[in-house]
C-alpha cells in the first residue's frame, strides 16, 4: 500500500521568509501533484511532476522530485499573505502492469499560514 | 478547456432520501473519480471509472453508488446516508496516467 508523508503538516510564516514543504512516499510512482486547497474550496493543480530531477517553478513556489530518494520538496520563496492554504502532495499508483488503475493517494495536507 | 463540472454545489438531504450527485466533463477523459473529503482531512478516493467500467471501488459502503452513463458523465447515488457522510465530494477525470483534473465539488450535509 502507498503511503505518503508530509511534513510539516502545521507551517506558521513570516511574510519575507523561505520555507519547504517536504513530501517522502513508500512506492515507485512515476508521477507527484502538488495542489493547493483554499478553506471552502476545492483543490487547484499546482505543479505535476514526471521525472526524476524535475523543477518547476510558478512565482514564490517551485517543486523538485527525487524519484530515487521518493522525495518531493515544495519551496515557498519570500511569502506572501495570498499563499495561506492548504497544500497536498499526492501520488500515483497504478495497480496493473497496464495502467488503467490509478490511484492519487494524498499526503495528510500542509496548513501554511503567512503572517505579517 | 479543463474544466470539471460538478452539480450541485451543495446539497442537504435526510436520512431516508436518494439523492445523486452529478458530474460532467468535455476533455475527452477516459478515467473519472469520486473522492470524498471530510473537514481537515485529504481527500480520499473512493471510486475509479476507466472506459466508463468500475475499475476501483475503496470498499465504499453500499448507501453509496456509482454510476457512469457514457464517457462524459459521472453520477454518485446516494441512499440512506448517514449524518457520518457530510463531507465534500470531489469529482476529477483524466487521461489515463496523466494529469488529474478536480471539479469545484459538492458540499453534502446529512441531517
Known amino acids: 500500500e502507498l503511503k505518503v508523508e508530509q511534513n510539516p503538516l502545521f507551517l506558521s510564516m513570516q511574510e519575507g521568509k523561505n520555507y519547504t514543504i517536504y513530501c517522502n512516499y513508500s512506492t515507485t510512482s512515476d508521477r507527484l501533484y502538488w495542489y493547493r486547497q483554499d478553506p471552502g474550496k476545492s483543490l487547484e493543480s499546482l505543479f505535476v511532476?514526471?521525472?526524476?530531477?524535475a523543477v518547476k517553478q510558478e512565482g514564490r513556489l517551485m517543486a523538485s522530485l527525487d524519484t530515487k530518494a521518493r522525495l518531493s520538496t515544495l519551496h515557498i520563496t519570500a511569502a506572501v499573505h495570498d499563499l495561506s492554504a492548504t497544500y497536498f502532495c499526492a501520488v500515483v499508483y497504478s495497480e496493473n502492469s497496464g495502467g488503467s488503475n490509478y490511484k492519487l493517494t494524498f499526503g495528510k495536507g500542509t496548513l501554511l499560514t503567512v503572517n505579517p | 478547456d479543463t474544466e470539471v463540472t460538478q452539480t450541485p454545489k451543495h446539497l442537504v438531504m435526510g436520512m431516508t432520501n436518494k439523492k445523486s450527485l452529478k458530474c460532467e466533463q468535455h476533455?475527452?477523459?477516459?478515467?473519472m473519480y469520486w473522492y470524498k473529503q471530510k473537514a481537515k482531512k485529504p481527500p480520499e478516493l473512493m471510486f475509479v471509472y476507466s472506459y466508463e467500467k468500475l475499475s476501483i471501488n475503496e470498499s465504499v459502503p453500499s448507501r453509496f453508488s456509482p454510476e457512469c452513463p457514457n464517457s462524459s458523465l459521472l453520477n454518485l447515488h446516494l441512499h440512506a446516508l448517514q449524518p457520518e457522510d457530510s463531507a465534500l465530494y470531489l469529482c476529477?477525470?483524466?487521461?489515463?496516467?496523466?494529469?488529474?483534473?478536480f471539479g469545484e465539488g459538492s458540499w453534502l450535509t446529512v441531517v
Open positions: 476533455m475527452g477523459h477516459r478515467a
Open positions: 476529477a477525470s483524466s487521461h489515463l496516467g496523466n494529469t488529474i483534473y
Open positions: 511532476l514526471l521525472s526524476n530531477g
